[in-house]
């Protein structure tokens, strides 16, 4: 497409032969005054201006460029004077009002189609600069929306580590998502119940049961307007998403998330505490059934030593008769006899105590060794199971 050249020439003649020699390369606009090349350059967007300095009707050229430069939404458009005027004082007067080149009549053909060249050359550099420069703010604005957005989620993990009620770690959620400027729900599970808020206090039966359904669904579901966010024990889901503006669009998305993300590690943490809680309070019962059954064991240690002390007691007290008597007549040695074989008795029965207390305390102490390894192994394969299934980032 050929670029339009605006002419400012009170003088036909002048039209005339720029047209005729210029105009197999250019789309020409025209305007015999000052007055008139604002409002052609207004309506026709020209891409150059050749622009005469004495002109009628009040506003000459140098007031007409300085009016153009002026103006933020024309100020790109070069203006190249075309004037009988060859003094520097003219020239200077010429880049004062903001031309960007100055051709003193009669004008070389050839040197004004080059300065053309260089004009409009010129022109698109800067307007590719331009271009160039506004993405590049387009770019800083968004890292800097971002970095915003990151430090909302910054204090968002902050404030719910220390907490430990769900119905605070949602309404911390609820708060950090209208720091957004949106709206929505979340739902919290931890493998026995769940809690879903929204800003309005406690979901409506149908809207928990979604939630609840959801777990199992993508990472994010679209509808419409909603989007979900779900992982296993946390779902957040957005009411009105900015479907209008991809840019807010995406980084809206990518922040939230991270939010459910954060979530879902939080609610496996307060679940790790709890079933440490759990298995601690159920090793303090062991232990109090082992110390009383020790107590027990000691009793019954204390009790055979106590038999055996007696019968070994009578046992000497039989041989030290029948030693006094010099000799064993027969019914001194049936004492010494019975003697033995009572406290052969005593020992027996003794023993058979120690194993009945052996007997009750190896399947104790074998509920408390199988406590012990049991709930790490559940803890690991719930850990490996979080890794398959949860590999996504925070940051």
Known sequence: ???????????????????????????????????????????????????DVEMPNGMNGYQACRAIKDNASTQHIPVIFISGHTE???????????????VSKPFNVKEL?????????????????????????????????EAADSGVVLNFLSDIIRQTDLAEVAATTLRTLQRFRIEGAVQLRDGRSRLSRNSAGACSPVEDAVLAEMAGDARIVDLGK??????????????????HDPEPYGRLKDTVVKMAEALDVHMRALETVATAIERGDALAELLKQRIALAREIGAGFKARHDGNERALTQLAAAAETAAA???LPETQALALRAAARDARAQAQTAGQQDAHL??????????????????????????????????????
């Open 325 to 327: 008597s010099g000799a």
């Open 226 to 243: 909603r989007s979900a966010f779900n992982y296993q024990r946390a779902t957040i889901i957005i009411y009105d998403m900015p479907l």
């Open 1 to 51: 497409m050929k670029a339009k050249v605006l002419i400012v020439d009170d003088e036909p003649s002048s039209l005339d032969f720029l047209e005729a020699f210029l105009g197999d390369q250019f789309a020409f606009l025209y305007a015999g005054d000052g007055a008139a090349a604002l409002a052609a350059v207004a309506s026709g967007n020209p891409d150059l201006i050749l622009m």
């Open 113 to 145: 189609k080059h300065k053309i060249a260089l004009a409009l050359a010129s022109r698109e550099q800067r307007d590719e600069l331009a271009e160039k420069a506004r993405k590049a703010a387009s770019v800083a604005m968004m890292s800097l929306r």
């Open 358 to 395: 052996e007997s009750r305390l190896q399947p104790l102490l074998a509920d408390v060794d199988e406590s012990l390894l049991k709930a790490p192994r559940r803890e690991t394969e719930a850990q490996a199971a979080s890794t398959r299934h949860h590999s996504v980032e925070l940051f």
């Open 88 to 102: 520097a004082e003219d020239r200077l007067k010429a880049y004062d009002s903001g031309g960007d080149d100055y």
